[in-house]
T-cell receptor, first 115, second 114 residues
Framework: NAGVTQTPKFQVLKTGQSMTLQCAQD?????MYWYRQDPGMGLRLIYYSASEGTTDKGEVPNGYNVSRLNKREFSLRLESAAPSQTSVYFCASSGLGTGGRTEAFFGQGTRLTVV | DQQVKQNSPSLSVQEGRISILNCDYT??????FLWYKKYPAEGPTFLISISSIKDKNEDGRFTVFLNKSAKHLSLHIVPSQPGDSAVYFC?????????????FGAGTQVVVTP
């Protein structure tokens, strides 16, 4: 049981380049999320998908787009990378258990550097 | 404007003693609170949670206390072990479209010394 899998683990981009971060979960969760972590700021929500077919902006959506490809997969796209997007990106998923809502499960993260 | 605050960026504690981590929040609509633990180069992992209808939840060495009137929660780790050395994040959620939408604090780095 892999949980939440993110690819790639590391990436260096030049300013203006584009890339897509991939995320897949095998827990049959309805909801998926993208967070970024910056020093001294905890994790901040970029975008989320409450269920398949829906996406919504989080706290810091500017410069990003997302696609909920199916129930398992949720990708994050940077169309034109900027140095301010240098960060560690985490994908997460959550669902409903027998006792109610579950906690969010996180992937291992993607460390992105934009030069 | 940070709605969840962890005012202590670091905490050093001796092995076997109690670690107490604190967290304050401002949004009264939060109804579910979680603690995550994070090791370097790994994703956060869930530790313990508490619903706003409770004031205490215990799981082994970990206990979370919630004081709704003060908008304050704390995590107690007893006894502390070297493997507890990590960054601990406090997080809060409410019915804002998805329960997994979490507001995180900035984290507290815990170092457990022998």
């Amino acid at each position: 049981n892999a949980g939440v899998t993110q690819t790639p683990k590391f990436q260096v981009l030049k300013t203006g380049q584009s890339m897509t971060l991939q995320c897949a979960q095998d827990m049959n969760h309805n909801s998926m999320y993208w967070y970024r972590q910056d020093p001294g700021m905890g994790l901040r929500l970029i975008y989320y998908s409450a269920s398949e077919g829906t996406t919504d902006k989080g706290e810091v959506p500017n410069g990003y787009n997302v696609s909920r490809l199916n129930k398992r997969e949720f990708s994050l796209r940077l169309e034109s990378a900027a140095p301010s997007q240098t960060s560690v990106y985490f994908c997460a998923s959550s669902g409903l258990g027998t006792g109610g809502r579950t906690e969010a499960f996180f992937g291992q993260g993607t460390r992105l550097t934009v030069v | 404007d940070q709605q969840v605050k962890q005012n202590s960026p670091s905490l050093s504690v001796q092995e076997g003693r109690i670690s107490i981590l604190n967290c304050d929040y401002t949004n009264s609509m939060f109804d579910y609170f979680l603690w995550y633990k994070k090791y370097p180069a790994e994703g956060p992992t869930f530790l313990i949670s508490i619903s706003s209808i409770k004031d205490k939840n215990e799981d082994g060495r970990f206990t979370v206390f919630l004081n709704k009137s003060a908008k304050h929660l704390s995590l107690h780790i007893v006894p502390s072990q070297p493997g507890d050395s990590a960054v601990y994040f406090c997080a809060a959620s409410g019915n804002f479209g998805s329960w997994g939408k979490l507001q995180f604090g900035a984290g507290t780095q815990v170092v457990v010394t022998p």
